[in-house]
T-cell receptor, first 115, second 119 residues
Framework: DGGITQSPKYLFRKEGQNVTLSCEQN?????MYWYRQDPGQGLRLIYY???????QKGDIAEGYSVSREKKESFPLTVTSAQKNPTAFYLC??????????????FGPGTRLTVL | AQKVTQAQTEISVVEKEDVTLDCVYE???????LFWYKQPPSGELVFLIR??????QNEISGRYSWNFQKSTSSFNFTITASQVVDSAVYFC????????????????FGKGTKLSVKP
């Protein structure tokens, strides 16, 4: 089945550690996104990528880094510079038809907790 | 500025009741797109509908219907004869074009409305 997978589902990090969240899609989508969700809040964009080897900062990129070496994969690293990383992280992907209106489809999310 | 407001934080209904979730948006774009997503307790966002700004026809899909009104900048979502499985957080979102000139958009989300349907 086509879809977006994220791993792990739950992740615990000690302060000062970097952690990497995985996002893989087999939908043949060109664009991929990372969002952060805090309790009682909507989602906020961290990074996005429209094509391989290219990515752009979103609204809250500080303390995060990404790479896009393969079309299918868009891992997110939460660095020690992120002051409040405890949150629910959602990855999404979409086609790029050129209309700027392509629907984004989401993965199941990773819940990160800093101990 | 672009913004989405979902004024209802939580709604609780009894099964089989109809319920309407409100969404008000702000944008200066003449062409824009609006979305509704459902987030069940499992956490994954499930796409429900996309609406173009130039198409004001209401849409019905089974027990779900959407009322888009540009005059009031609203895109409300109604569930008819609600069921326990409808319990979730529902997000309204507005698509914003990326600043650097790319053709893809970024979703601006409201804070969501938590719907609880009791048996």
């Amino acid at each position: 089945d086509g879809g977006i997978t994220q791993s792990p589902k739950y992740l615990f990090r000690k302060e000062g550690q970097n952690v990497t969240l995985s996002c893989e899609q087999n939908l043949n989508h060109d664009a991929m996104y990372w969002y952060r969700q805090d309790p009682g809040q909507g989602l906020r964009l961290i990074y996005y990528s429209q094509i391989v080897n290219d990515f752009q900062k979103g609204d809250i990129a500080e303390g995060y880094s990404v790479s896009r070496e393969k079309k299918e994969s868009f891992p997110l690293t939460v660095t020690s510079a992120q002051k409040n990383p405890t949150a629910f992280y959602l990855c999404a992907s979409s086609l790029t038809t050129g209309t700027g209106a392509d629907t984004q489809y989401f993965g199941p999310g990773t819940r990160l907790t800093v101990l | 500025a672009q913004k989405v407001t979902q004024a209802q934080t939580e709604i609780s209904v009894v099964e089989k009741e109809d319920v309407t979730l409100d969404c008000v948006y702000e944008t200066r774009d003449t062409t824009y797109y609006l979305f509704w997503y459902k987030q069940p307790p499992s956490g994954e966002l499930v796409f429900l509908i996309r609406r173009n700004s130039f198409d004001e026809q209401n849409e019905i899909s089974g027990r779900y219907s959407w009322n888009f009104q540009k005059s009031t900048s609203s895109f409300n979502f109604t569930i008819t004869a609600s069921q326990v499985v409808d319990s979730a957080v529902y997000f309204c979102a507005l698509l914003r074009r990326m600043n650097y000139g790319g053709s893809q958009g970024n979703l601006i989300f409201g804070k969501g409305t938590k719907l609880s349907v009791k048996p």
